[in-house]
Nanobody
Framework: QVQVAESGGGLVQAGGSLRLSCATSGGTLSEYGMGWFRQAPGQEREFVAG????????AYADSVEGRFTISRIYAKNSVLLEMNSLSPEDTAVYYC????????????????????WGQGTQVTVSS
């Protein structure tokens, strides 16, 4: 069983930055794809960013392209999400997810294909 835990959320002003971290344990995590999703109040969960097991393929939602950066730290079985130029529309609970199918070469954008999820971390951006 894989354990997933996000951290780093908080309250920032528009234009500010945050770094989210996702710590994982259990399983052969170096062979799994990982992704970030977010869910705003009253809205559906949406894909934010994803990275393959090799780190060779990365994808972002159009709404965050150029502002967010996803990366992996293999030695710590973790994934980071650097968020810059934040706006109030980025306000949401951010979730880290793990795809346990090993060695997929494409980023998975659909939430139902991920197997393990964290509890989420709140990001609030004020005007």
């Amino acid at each position: 069983q894989v354990q997933v835990a996000e951290s780093g959320g908080g309250l920032v002003q528009a234009g500010g930055s945050l770094r989210l971290s996702c710590a994982t344990s259990g399983g052969t995590l170096s062979e799994y794809g990982m992704g970030w999703f977010r869910q705003a109040p009253g809205q559906e969960r949406e894909f934010v960013a994803g990275i393959t097991w090799t780190g060779g393929n990365i994808a972002y939602a159009d709404s965050v392209e150029g502002r967010f950066t996803i990366s992996r730290i293999y030695a710590k079985n973790s994934v980071l999400l650097e968020m810059n130029s934040l706006s109030p529309e980025d306000t949401a609970v951010y979730y880290c997810a793990v795809d346990r199918r090993p060695r997929r070469m494409r980023v998975i954008r659909t939430g139902y294909e991920y197997d393990f999820w964290g509890q989420g971390t709140q990001v609030t951006v004020s005007s």
